[in-house]
Every structure is written in structure tokens, then in C-alpha cells.
């Protein structure tokens, strides 16, 4: 048997003990109370006080309780046999543009509702707050009620699509703005994969202002080497509408390493050429910019009073399909997309299989408190002589 988290182990003695000296210390404190305040002797004739021994299982059960719940915490597990898994032979590393011009609404009526992107916070949690407060405050991550920007259509496409398309098959994302990030980094876990660009995939949640594409390049090149297999296939799937503040220089040395390293690229261009405008409501919650046009009522975005307007760069994102001996796709519906033809035959894998712990030590943990609790501190009153 092993931890996940077994620094928390450390924590278990600690906290155990702390516990038992509190139910100590409660009991002392009681008797000091009794003896100060009150006559012993008349009380011990009409009830019967809780004797040191049933204090002294109160502070056991405690102790049992929250060494259980650390326990848990630490997510002990075994060995259990072995379980098949598909694997593929392909690597693939999403690269999406999350600047603010990625929420042009060029896609309205194209996009499902699914493709908005969840609250950081519970809103269940934030509608009782503003109850208790009486203050307007909205989940991280908002977003206008009908979706349809240049985002969210590559969130559609990545949540509806390539999770599907690509299972067995490694996925990884990166997320660029003014610098680039890596979102997710290779994994065959599409559903821990769905949970990141759920939440994580959103405007501006890359750091920075601009659309450093060159830098994002020069990261999936490195994400590659690390975590790709030199024997698999490799794709990188460009989710962006053109915008590049980088030297130009860093694409065709992007264009000339994908060559020696046998990177397949796919360019999905989104939005359209005729400039879009941007509306505020799709920026990020945490963009202090567009909070203070909101503050001012703006619907769209503008600086210095002018309204910002946003085409699509075809010539950018051709040029650089054409560098790389790639695919260039302009999105207009989901179906546009194909990657079947770069997905080969997976195989069933055989890996260790193992068995979480962790509700044992729960249910442990709960007997313990029943337990600490059903060792009651009250005074139970005898029966008088004459019944």
C-alpha cells in the first residue's frame, strides 16, 4: 500500500493528539468548574457525573477520528490486478489563442450552450452570498448568456470533437495570450482534459495583453520533446484568428524545426475577414479594462473612445500552413474539422490496475465521531429511593 499524498501522513499524529488534549483539557476545566462553583457532595446525591474513563474514551474516539479523516486525506491505495486500456500511437497539442479577439461573435448560432465555460465558483455558493450581503458579485469566468465567439467555437471543437475522436490517443493544450501557457500537458485522460478547458480555457487566461504565437509555438515544440514518444505521431491543431505580436522570424524557425521533428500542423483559422467589433460582456471577469468599460455601460470594446474592430488574418495563418507543409482550415462548422485521417489503430494495453482506500478511512472515521459522541457529557439523574 502507498499514498497520493502522503506528506499529510506527518499531519495525522499531530492533529490526532491535538484532539485528544482538547476532550482532556474540556474535562478538567469542567471539574475545576464544579468544585469552584458548586458542592460536589450534593450534587454526587441527586445525579451521576461522567466518570474520567468514559472523558478518557471521548478524547480516544477523537484522536481515531481525525487521524481517519487525514488518513483518507492521503488517498491510500493497493495493488488490484490489472485493467486494459486503449492506447494510440498519435500526440496531439491543442494551441489556442485566447487574446481578446478570440471574443469577436463571429460563430452566433453555431455554438451549443455546453461550450461556455463553467464557473471557477460554485453560483449556488455565490447566490447565497449576495443573498447574505445583499452585494452583485458573479462567478470567475462568466460569460454572456448565448455563446458563439471565436473561443468558443474551438471550445467546441476540442470539447465536442477531438476529446471524442482522439480517445486513447495522447491530448495536451496550450493557451496563449501575451505569453503562452501550458494549460494541459500531454495526457490519455480526456476526462481530466474536459475539466481543464471547462474551466480553464476562458479569455485572457493566459498571462498578459497581445498574442504571442511564436512563444506558443516554441512551448509545443517543448511540451513535444518532453512528453511525446519519438516513435508516435505528432500533431499540432492552431486554434486562432491571426493576431501575432511576435517576430516573425520565431514561425519560420517554428516552421523549419516542425519539419526536422516530423510535426504534422493543422492551421484552424477562426472568425471571419470583414472585421468583427468585440462586446465587453465576453472578457474576462478579472480583466480591469474591460470592468471599467462595463463600469461605464460600453457594450463593446473600445480605447480612446473608439470602438475596436477584429478580422481574421487568412494571410498569416496560410502563410504559416504553407511553412510547414500543413493543413489549413478555415472553421466554419464543426464538420471542418477532420482528424481521422491522422488517428491509426489503437491497441489494448495492459497497465497496473489499483484500488483507492479512501471511503474505508471515511466510514472509519465517521464510527469514530458516532462513537466520540454517543460517550455523552451530560449528568444523568438517578431514580429517587421512594419510587
Known sequence: MHFL???LLYLAPVFALAAFAAVLLNYWRRVIVQ??????????ETSSPLSRARYFAR???AALTVASLLVSLARPIVPNGAKMIAQGSLDVIAMVDVSRSMAAMDYEGLVPASSLPKPMIDPESVKAFRNARRVDIQPLGRAAEEPGSRLEMARHVIL???????????LGVISYAGAAFPQAFLTRDMTALRWVIDRGLTINSAPGEGSAMGKALELSLAMFDADSDPAHERLLVVFSDGGNDDD???LSDFAQQARLRHIQVVVVALGNVMPSKIPVSKLAADDDYAQSLRDHGTKWYEYDGQVIKTGMDAALLQGLANQTAGEFVHMQKIEDLNLLRYVGKSSMTSVPGT????PWALLSALVFLILTYSVTNKWSFRRSSNE
Open 35 to 44: 468544585r469552584r462553583f458548586g458542592d460536589w457532595q450534593l450534587l454526587a
Open 5 to 7: 499524498n502522503p506528506q
Open 160 to 170: 465536442d470533437y477531438m476529446l471524442g475522436a482522439l480517445n486513447g490517443n495522447q
Open 355 to 358: 484500488l483507492e482506500l479512501f
Open 59 to 61: 478524547a480516544l474516539f
Open 248 to 250: 516573425p522570424s520565431l
